[in-house]
Each structure stands twice: as C-alpha cells, then as structure tokens.
C-alpha cells in the first residue's frame, strides 16, 4: 500500500481530453469502481461485443457525470506504487480554478495536457500561467491524441518546442518539466511503453508520476487549520472540523481561533472516528477546545497557536492575475475572495502596479485599471475580518481566488499583511 499523498492537478484545454486522461488513469490503477466494469462486461457479452473496451467506460463515466451520480472527477483518488494521488481538478467542473486555488484542493504537482493536433490554445496559456503563480512544482506535459496525428514523432516535436517556449514566457524552470506523447482514448504510454511510438524512450505516464519528488510535508511550520464546520455532538460538546494544512496539532496545544479570537485548551483530537494524541498536514480532524461553544467559532476560522495565532488582515497586498473579466477592474471593485475555506468581500483599494507577466517585471506604476489577462499587484481591504497569510512564509494559506458573475474572474497570492 502507498502510503504517501500527492494532490495532481490536471490541467489544459478542455478540448484537448483531460476527462479521458483522467478516465483511463482511474482505469489503468483499477481505480473503477467494480459495478462499473461488471456493468460493461455484462453488456459487451450481451451485445456479443468480447473485447471490454475503455471508451465504454468512458461513456459511463460521462453518463453518470450527466445524471450527476456518483462520479465527480473533482476528488478522484488512484495509486501508484510510490504514491496515492488525488485529483484535484475536474475537466469542465466550473469551479476548476477556485478549487485548484484554495486551500485543501492545492496541488503538489501537475499533468498538463495539450492536444498533439492543436497546440497550445488560450486556455492552455492560462492555466500554465496560474499553475507557476500557485506554485505548482513538477509539470509532466502529456501530449495527447498522438493517435490522431499518425505517432508522427515531427508534429509530437512542434508541439513540445511550443509548449516549452510557453513555459519559458511565464518562467517555468523547463527542467522542472517532462514530455510524453500519449493517447488517453488508446491508451499509448499511459500505463506501458508504445509500439507506436518507438521513437520515444521515455517513461509512461504513471513511470512519471511515480518518480515525482515526495512533497515535503509542513510538519515545521505553525499550526495552521481553517475550519469546515462546527458540529455539536453529544457527550463531547463543541467540535469544529477541518484540514490541517500546516504545522502538527497536539492534546494540550493552546490554541487561538481567528479573526473569532477565541481560544483554549485542546482536550481531543479525532480521526477517522478514532481519538489520536497529535495530527499533521493533510489530517482531516474533528477536535474540542475546553470553554468554546458552538457560537464562538465559525467556518472560515483558522485555528493556529496561542503564541503564534493566525494573521488578521486590515489590508493586504497580493499579487493577482486577472482571468476573465467582461470589462475592466478599478479601485473601489468589491467582488467574493475564497481563501481557504473562507469566503470574504472585499475591496481592491488601490491597484498599485501592473506587471509583464511574461518577464514579472513592472510594467506601469499605479495604472488606472487592469482587465483580462494582466497580472497586478493590489492592496485589498476585507469589509469582514479575514484570515490570511504572507504566501512567502505560510504559502498554503496564501493563495485566493476572487469571484463574481459565478465566475471566478482572478486569481492571486498574498504577499505581505497589514495586521488589524
């Protein structure tokens, strides 16, 4: 059994076939689920049909995403040898980038997929852009529909030159990026080497994840842990719930809840209905604080250490990129930021510098307004007391997105606090 975690993001176009991909990930680690391939070989047979095929499952897959069972590619989970990963995109989930941003959802490491028969479309650009700005660490490119272009190894070649001048643009150190020519829909250099491939001599797509770096786990840093929710449960009392993303909780631990500012002794830490005496980064726990009531704290909280609480912010300034937006961004705009499992409006008071995106040089001091597709930095002040932290010290509580529209139209990293 692998123990250790990964959070993957897949990313790209989503033309360009990431829901297969992520399909036939699931289905190469026998991460199915049973009744679905039972269900399929029971009506290949039926049809006289005796090859069990993938694109049958696909099928289902897209049907009971239609019916809205069951399926949600956004916490798919499947295992390699090294490690279990959970998928922390979903193809076409609209909230894609909130999630991909906030909190428990951040990923360690990226799949991007660019399709060999269309190149690097905007929206390949795009989400290169936000997985540097997030800090995403390893990029593996899967070029895909090797299938439609013939396995030529010329157009797999443009392809890769194009995608690594983008990457270069946006400054992702190229080395921190690998290149494979795939087909999700065939199965090409997913799970084993090629014959149609036999130009390319280098790893499959799960040899790949597999050898990814171990992320390390913020064990040293300050106890950080927004709160999901409160429960009340009998015989216990007040329990609020939530990821730890930082730092390790221990029985006994003083710790402060903010911007509720409250605080306690912990009496009990629980998991997976268990109690346990401490818990780490990527713990989902439930726990109690001697004297909190049900009203003391609430979802959005963070909850951190007596001596070192979380940071309250009276204003903040962050860097944002700007994704979609109908018209232009001014002083004074007050959208919904999402940082971790808060949700706060708050105001852009002043934008104080536009950047080059692809240089990260600044390009315009104090501009007038910013619009689609620049990359700012901005003072933001919550009009509701928010928690959050410098990305540079506590990085997994210093990231947000900013929505509007029902759209999430920015995203961005806080870099440094003005405390209340």
Not at 37 to 66: C, P, T
Request: glycine fraction near 8%; aromatic fraction near 6%; include cysteine.
């Amino acid at each position: 059994m692998s123990e250790q975690h990964q959070n993957l993001a897949v990313i790209g176009h989503v033309d360009h076939g990431k829901s297969t991909l992520v399909g036939r990930l699931l289905y190469e680690t026998g991460s199915v689920p049973e009744h679905v391939i039972e269900q399929h070989r029971e009506e290949a047979e039926e049809k006289g049909k005796g090859g069990f095929e993938f694109a049958y499952v696909m099928d289902n897959l897209a049907e009971e995403r239609e019916r809205g069972v069951t399926i949600d590619i956004a916490h798919q989970e499947f295992s390699t040898d090294e490690y279990e990963f959970t998928i922390v995109d979903c193809p076409g989930h609209r909230d894609f980038v909130k999630n991909m941003i906030t909190g428990a959802s951040q990923a360690d490491n990226a799949v991007l997929v660019v399709a060999a028969d269309d190149g690097v479309a905007p929206q390949t650009q795009e989400h290169v852009f936000l997985a540097r700005t997030l800090g995403i660490d390893e990029l593996i490119v899967g070029v895909n529909k090797m299938d439609i272009v013939d396995y030529k190894e010329s157009t797999y070649d443009d392809v890769v030159e194009e995608v690594t001048q983008l990457l270069k643009q946006v400054q992702f150190n190229t080395e921190d990026a690998s290149f494979i020519p795939i087909s999700a829909f065939e199965g090409d250099n997913i799970a084993e080497a090629s014959d149609e491939t036999p130009w390319y001599d280098g790893e499959t797509l799960l040899e790949a994840l597999n050898s990814l770096p171990a992320p390390e786990p913020p064990t040293d840093a300050p106890l950080r842990l927004p709160i999901q929710d409160v429960y009340t449960i009998s015989g216990i009392g007040t329990v609020p719930v939530g990821r730890i993303e930082t730092g390790v909780m221990n029985i006994g631990d003083n710790v402060s809840f903010q911007p509720s500012d409250v605080g306690g002794e912990v009496k009990t830490i629980e998991m997976h209905h268990e109690e346990v005496p401490k818990a780490e980064p990527g713990d989902n726990v439930g726990f109690n604080v001697r004297g909190i009531g049900k009203d003391d704290i609430r979802r959005g909280d963070v909850c951190g250490p007596a001596d070192d609480p979380p940071s309250v912010a009276e204003t903040f300034q962050a860097q944002v990129v700007v994704m979609q937006h109908p018209s232009v961004i001014t002083a004074g705009y007050t959208p919904v930021f999402h940082a971790h499992t808060s949700q706060v409006a708050c105001t852009i008071e002043s934008i104080d510098k536009k950047m080059d995106p692809a240089s990260g040089e600044v390009a315009e001091e104090n501009p007038d307004f910013i619009q689609s597709g620049d990359a700012a930095v901005v003072t933001i002040r919550p009009q509701k007391p928010l928690s959050i932290e410098p990305s540079s010290e506590i990085p997994e509580l210093g990231s947000f997105a900013i929505r509007d529209m029902g759209q999430t139209i920015a995203a961005g990293k806080v870099l440094e606090v003005n405390e209340k």
